[in-house]
């Protein structure tokens, strides 16, 4: 026979269970560029085909196609997500080397659309929205540094901006536990300590006519709040948003091509509300 607390446990958790996820609230008022959210139909394989993905089938990633990288684990949702589309996480492995870049381990989603010269990313004012969660079955080591967003320059010499974790190489590692949001000149110009269970919402306007950048933070369900004033920032070179995981070595001055990375890795970073708007008259969706 059934106890009654234990029977009250179990129809407590079935009523749990039941409930319908939690949605964002979070409205998209302005032109959007480029589109990076997820339909919530959307299976691993459509990711291998450019006429089913959001975003680039062949780039960034290694031998693995992305129906083997990417997973799908029930986070929520991000204040932009709603029941019509989903998070996606980015996983990285030992087989995670991109091209010959040996000292990586690297993989990364760019959204469809988004050309390397003359990309519609890349002109007026523009703001990236993206919202990351961590996934406590494919934790970071946070002794490496961890490129997970950034805008890099059409001939590859150089970022626009970085937002980074872990420990920024030639640094003391002592705020290893904070998101770091980096300019050109890979000065920190805003950090925020990473929340192990909330999901965290970033915004980051580029405007490519006064050449500033100004970035905005929000947890949960919360409307974004700016965090920085505009900045100034040398926005020139065209290219394309990178958005993933690109983990660099430790203990090499050579990290593209040569340095430690640890055997068996399994390490993970899930986005939601990934979109690139139109930021034109000062309109930022918070």
Same mark, same amino acid.
Request: proline letters at 4%.
């Given at each position: 026979?059934?106890?009654?607390?234990? /029977?009250?446990?179990?129809?407590?958790? $079935?009523?749990a *269970? #039941?409930?319908?996820?939690?949605?964002g609230? =979070?409205? !998209?008022?302005?032109?959007?560029?480029?589109?990076?959210?997820v339909?919530?139909?959307?299976?691993p394989?459509?990711?291998?085909?450019?006429?089913?993905?959001?975003?680039?089938?062949?780039?960034?990633?290694?031998?693995?196609?992305?129906?083997?990288?990417?997973q799908?684990?029930?986070?929520g949702?991000?204040?932009f997500?709603?029941?019509t589309?989903k998070?996606?996480?980015?996983?990285?492995?030992?087989?995670?080397?991109?091209?010959?870049?040996?000292?990586?381990?690297r993989?990364?989603?760019?959204?469809q659309?988004?050309?390397n010269?003359?990309?519609?990313?890349?002109?007026?004012?523009?703001t990236?929205?993206?919202?990351?969660?961590?996934?406590?079955e494919?934790?970071?080591?946070?002794?490496?540094?961890? /490129?997970?967003?950034w805008?890099?320059? $059409?001939?590859? *010499? #150089?970022?626009?901006?970085?937002?980074?974790a =872990?420990? !920024?190489?030639?640094?003391?590692?002592?705020?290893?536990?904070s998101?770091?949001?980096?300019n050109?000149?890979?000065?920190?110009?805003?950090?925020?300590?990473?929340?192990?269970?909330?999901w965290?919402?970033?915004?980051i306007?580029?405007?490519?006519?006064?050449?500033?950048l100004?970035?905005?933070?929000?947890?949960?369900?919360?409307?974004?709040?700016?965090?920085?004033?505009?900045?100034?920032?040398?926005?020139?070179?065209?290219g394309q948003?990178?958005?993933?995981?690109?983990?660099?070595?430790?203990?090499?001055?050579d990290?593209v091509?040569s340095?430690?990375q640890?055997?068996?890795?399994?390490?993970?970073?899930?986005?939601?509300?990934?979109?690139?708007?139109?930021?034109?008259?000062g309109?930022?969706?918070?």
């Open positions: 026979m059934i106890s009654s607390a234990l /029977l009250t446990g179990l129809l407590l958790a $079935s009523f *269970s #039941a409930r319908p996820a939690k949605r609230t =979070g409205e !998209i008022k302005c032109p959007v560029v480029l589109n990076g959210l339909p919530v139909d959307k299976t394989t459509d990711f291998d085909s450019y006429a089913t993905s959001p975003f680039n089938p062949d780039y960034i990633r290694g031998s693995e196609k992305f129906s083997q990288i990417l799908f684990p029930d986070a949702s991000s204040r997500d709603n029941a589309t998070s996606v996480e980015v996983t990285i492995n030992d087989k995670s080397i991109f091209q010959t870049q040996n000292g990586f381990r993989a990364g989603l760019q959204i659309g988004d050309t010269e003359n990309g519609p990313g890349t002109t007026g004012v523009r990236l929205h993206f919202s990351v969660k961590q996934d406590p494919r934790t970071l080591n946070l002794t490496h540094e961890y /490129l997970n967003v805008h890099e320059t $059409s001939d590859y *010499s #150089a970022n626009q901006f970085n937002f980074e =872990g420990t !920024i190489i030639g640094k003391s590692g002592s705020d290893k536990n998101f770091k949001v980096l050109r000149q890979n000065n920190q110009v805003w950090s925020t300590p990473i929340d192990a269970t909330a965290q919402n970033f915004a306007t580029l405007d490519f006519v006064k050449n500033t100004q970035v905005y933070y929000s947890k949960d369900d919360e409307p974004l709040k700016a965090v920085t004033s505009a900045l100034s920032n040398d926005n020139s070179g065209g948003y990178q958005i993933g995981i690109l983990k660099k070595p430790t203990g090499t001055s990290v091509n340095g430690y640890e055997k068996g890795i399994s390490e993970g970073q899930i986005y939601g509300g990934i979109f690139l708007e139109d930021s034109a008259n309109c930022v969706s918070l």
